[in-house]
């Protein structure tokens, strides 16, 4: 089979902390009286494995094309241990989620294949007005004044609150300890690990126990950063507008680069660029061709689409004024010392050739 976008089938995750607005905003079919938390987009985990929902790879699981199709689906982007190197995820924080804090670089981790390293970023859909977030610490704290915090049942005085708006996007590095404040709806990108330590729950119980979720203090404290920048470089914005297409990098890092687009209604233009990527789509329609198909692959509101590195041939219509967050894993130049162009500059060339990929070096 040729490689073809694709669109899967949410992997929905029941929470304590969840609700039910991935439905009411994303369009997604919940079941009744589940709190949803998490729907997976696009996973490839032991607890989560995401299967084509339609088109000519329809069935078949990101594990299975991953295999049958290898760097046609993945271009140069680097396995990460191993499996598919995003995870994606939306989440519906009806209440705030646990302080908690995921492994880094750096620091402890437990002897077991889902204990890497995770770096995350949270795109914010929906807030309310006083919608926050937590992110790192007010000042630097030693371990000890941390688990003094802990144990007393005062750890938020320690963190940074920050504001969290609609179109908000936060980068959170492994180690970094965090919070998701109650009544927001993020898009989650991340490198593929679900291993979470739990600082802090809020004193609240488990309903289906009556008692309170297991915390994991000491792996935390191992693997968190006492100290953290209120601005992080890996989120410097930059934006280009061309006539019908507007683009804003929100962040930027070694594992994932995350950009908002903005595309016009009544367009018709190529998908130039020879890389994997993905549309995390948040508002409008379209529909995607490509060469050799049959058919077409329509996308709306709430659907995660996944372009192959090798698609040949393929174009994207709108039907609506389109906004959707474009996430890839950066590739370095097969060119030595040339840099890879910037995907605004092979939107506005819309060419999609290889001699445009290949040679033609990022503006200054």
């Known amino acids: ?60 699981s990101l594990r299975q094309l991953l295999h049958d199709w290898g760097d046609a689906l993945v271009g140069g982007a680097p396995l990460w241990h ?11 924080a ?30 914010v859909i929906d807030a309310p007005l006083d919608g926050y ?20 049942g005062h750890v938020q005085p320690l963190l940074r609150r920050l504001p969290a708006r609609p179109g908000h996007c936060y980068y959170l590095p492994g180690g970094t300890v965090h919070a998701l404040g109650a009544g927001l709806l993020v898009a989650e990108i991340q490198t593929p690990s679900d291993t979470t330590y739990r600082l802090y729950d809020w004193d609240r119980a488990d309903p289906t ?8 203090a000491d792996d935390a404290l191992a693997c968190a950063c006492l ?25 930027q890092t070694p594992f994932f680069v995350i950009e908002r687009v903005r595309m016009s209604a009544g367009v018709a233009q190529a998908i130039p660029y020879e890389e994997m990527v993905v549309w995390i789509v948040l508002e409008g329609s379209g529909r995607i061709t490509w060469a050799g198909a049959t058919g077409q ?45 910037d995907r605004e500059v092979l939107r506005q060339l819309g060419t999609g050739s290889a001699y445009v990929h290949l040679n033609v070096p990022s503006p200054p």
């Open 209 to 216: 126990t009556g008692r309170p979720r297991p915390l994991h």
């Open 1 to 60: 089979m040729k490689v073809c976008p694709l669109v899967f089938q949410p992997v929905l995750k029941p929470r304590l902390w969840g609700g039910r607005r991935l439905e009411a905003l994303l369009g997604k079919a919940l079941p009744p009286d589940d709190r949803i938390g998490e729907s997976w987009e696009l996973a490839d985990l032991e607890d989560g494995q995401s299967v084509v929902a339609r088109g000519p790879a329809a069935g078949r």
């Open 133 to 152: 977030i937590y992110r790192g610490f007010s000042a630097t704290v030693t371990v000890e004044q941390l688990r003094q915090a802990l144990a007393a």
């Open 227 to 251: 100290s953290t920048p209120a601005q992080l470089p890996e989120e410097e914005p930059a934006h280009v507008a061309g006539l019908w297409v507007c683009v804003s990098r929100l962040v």
């Open 82 to 92: 191993g499996r598919f190197p995003l995870l994606i995820k939306f989440l519906d």
């Open 94 to 123: 009806r209440e705030a989620l646990s302080v908690q804090v995921h492994p880094g670089e750096t620091g402890a981790r437990p002897p077991m294949a889902e204990g890497r390293a995770k770096h995350e970023a949270w795109y």
């Open 297 to 341: 692959l329509p996308f709306g509101r709430g659907d995660t689409v996944l372009l192959p590195a090798a698609l040949d041939g393929g174009h994207v219509h709108t039907e609506a004024d389109c906004v959707w967050l474009e996430v890839s894993v950066p590739v370095p130049s097969p060119l030595g010392g040339l840099a890879r162009p």
